[in-house]
């Protein structure tokens, strides 16, 4: 079975640009969570979805959001991007909201 | 709050020495503990999990971790080190009654000298 997938694995953008980045979960996994990982530091909840809804929402501007798709994937989006927002950013799927979370190899963005 | 605290940001070791990785939880209510490894530019990848029972919990590679309660710890150890054990190790927890987010520490990089 395929496992969490990202895409794009790496992307490079201007500061003040948007971006808009992909996952799709292991299939029949219905939760996707997203994560911030900046250099040197241990990720950072961003969002969770389940069954199409917020579930969670952690300590990030309104610059970013989020939705989920009925066939579960999801895309996180980041607007007016600054250098700053240059990480790794990890997307985990699980069954529910509760389960065990499984990580993808992440979408590494450079803003410039 | 919750939070992860994992001491030594880097670890070295001698290949075939034991290997101890240091976590320390904060929370009122016993969380859900979880090992994570990390290779370079690569997701993270589960190595065991506590949630309820059993103490000692085993994972993958060798690798093990006690829940010590009275310590809020869950410390990592593996008895002998291997050269592809060398990755970033992160600790995180999760509450058990209704939250859907872990909290990492802050990771620690274990290097294995041959």
């Known amino acids: 079975d395929a496992g969490v997938t990202q895409s794009p694995t790496h992307l490079i953008k201007t500061r003040g640009q948007h971006v808009t980045l992909r996952c799709s979960p292991i299939?029949?996994?219905?939760?996707v969570s997203w994560y911030q990982q900046v250099l040197g530091q241990g990720p950072q909840f961003i969002f969770q979805?389940?069954?199409?809804?917020?579930?969670g929402r952690g300590n990030f501007p309104d610059r970013f959001s989020a939705r989920q798709f009925p066939n579960y994937s999801s895309e996180l989006n980041v607007n007016a991007l600054l250098l700053g927002d240059s990480a790794l950013y990890l997307c985990?799927?699980?069954?529910?909201?509760?389960?065990?979370?499984?990580f993808g190899q992440g979408t590494r963005l450079t803003v410039v | 709050a919750q939070s992860v605290t994992q001491l030594g940001s880097h670890v070295s070791v001698s290949e075939g020495a034991l290997v101890l990785l240091r976590c320390n939880y904060s929370s009122s209510v016993p969380p859900y503990l979880f090992w994570y490894v990390q290779y370079p530019n690569q997701g993270l990848q589960l190595l065991l999990k506590y949630t309820t029972g059993a103490t000692l919990v085993k994972g993958i590679n060798g690798f093990e971790a006690e829940f010590k309660k009275s310590e809020t710890s869950f410390h990592l150890t593996k008895p002998s080190a291997h050269m592809s054990d060398a990755a970033e190790y992160f600790c995180a927890a999760q509450r058990p009654d209704s939250s859907y987010k872990l909290i990492f520490g802050s990771g620690t990089r274990l290097l294995v000298r041959p």
């Open positions: 979805y389940y069954e199409k809804e917020e579930r």
């Open positions: 299939s029949g996994h219905k939760s």
């Open positions: 985990a799927s699980s069954l529910d909201s509760l389960g065990e979370a499984f």
